[in-house]
């Protein structure tokens, strides 16, 4: 069986940044990578792809021809790629019997919630070539600065993984940026571990633009906490350390911590049971590494609750 990650996230989350140093990393662990692009839109590649949808079909002619703008032209190479699935599968062979597989898909949003087709073509690769991925779902860490934005980005992530039904993985990226747009409200394991979001409210009601929005907010902080789904880990795809342990974590989702093991299914069962060493010490480590703790705010939060 052969393992891999399916790199999804909306325009920005660093998705082409992500592949680029996951590929690099992986190579220096020891394990043969093969990067799939699968963005028509992405025409400067920091990567050596082994697979590139380009070959089969062109965003910017698809626009032209068909009259097009961006989103619809996507919509349109992906459903051509769908329809195509016997090219992808046909490049993928040669690269099966030792290669760990990263798929660089495009940021338009709609196709992972939305749209079937990037889902099909994902399932019938699953079924066809026997492999194992995980959806490694990126959203920008700038956004937990914005209470509102931060909501939408728990709603994206869940509808994400509803409708992918894969193995997933939500990473707040670009970690070493977070504080660039302003001091967070919260310890950042508030924002990772998708604790109670009736604090979140009570930020996001503070704002006069948001005060009006207060009753839908609620429904959807609600919505969002019965499922209890949605986590994220915090990476710096610079750190080695960080992209080490997120590794760690992906490879416990997608079952390649099993491969090669010859053991009882007692074993598998304490592996999987294990501790994935990703706790509140790790995101405290994290915190402390790139977040200033500036007591002056934290007085100045104090008095304005008294």
């Known amino acids: 069986m052969v393992f891999g990650q399916v790199v999804i996230g909306p325009p920005g989350s660093g998705k082409t940044t992500y592949c680029n140093g996951m590929s690099q990393f992986l190579q220096l662990i020891g394990r043969k990578v093969a990067v799939i692009n699968l963005d028509p839109a992405n025409d400067a590649l920091p990567y050596e792809c082994a697979v590139n949808i380009e070959d089969l079909i062109k965003l910017s002619d698809v626009m032209v021809e068909h009259s097009l703008g961006p989103n619809g032209g996507l919509v349109y190479c992906m459903d051509y790629l769908e329809k195509n699935i016997d090219w992808l599968e046909s490049k993928l062979k ?8 990263l798929f660089d898909f495009p940021g338009q949003v709609e196709l992972f919630f939305l749209h ?12 066809k070539l026997d492999l194992r991925l995980t959806a490694v779902h990126l959203v920008d860490a700038h956004l937990c600065s914005d209470p509102g934005k931060y909501v939408s980005a728990l709603l994206l992530s869940l509808s994400t993984m509803l409708h992918l039904e894969l193995p997933h993985v939500n990473v707040l990226s670009k970690i070493d940026l977070i504080e660039s747009y302003g001091k967070l409200a919260f ?26 929005y207060r009753k839908l907010t609620k ?24 992209v080490g342990n997120l590794v760690k974590l992906i490879d416990k989702s997608n079952g390649y ?28 480590a994290v915190q402390e590494k790139y977040i200033k703790d500036d007591e002056d705010f934290d007085m100045t939060k104090d008095s304005e609750t008294k």
Not at 94 to 101: A, E, F, I
Not at 191 to 212: C, F, G, H
């Open 94 to 101: 040669p690269l099966l019997k030792d290669h760990y597989l």
């Open 116 to 127: 079937d087709n990037a889902k099909n073509m994902v399932m019938e690769l699953i079924k």
């Open 187 to 212: 310890n950042l394991d508030f924002y990772t571990d998708v604790q109670d979001l009736s604090y979140l409210q009570n930020e996001i009601s503070q704002d006069p633009r948001s005060a009006k």
């Open 219 to 242: 429904e959807l902080c609600e919505v969002i906490e019965d499922y209890g789904l949605v986590n994220f880990a915090p990476l710096d795809i610079q750190d080695k350390e960080s």
């Open 257 to 284: 911590i099993f491969a090669g093991i010859d053991a009882s299914a007692i074993e598998f069962s304490k592996i999987a049971v294990g501790p994935v060493d990703w706790d509140y010490y790790r995101v405290a």
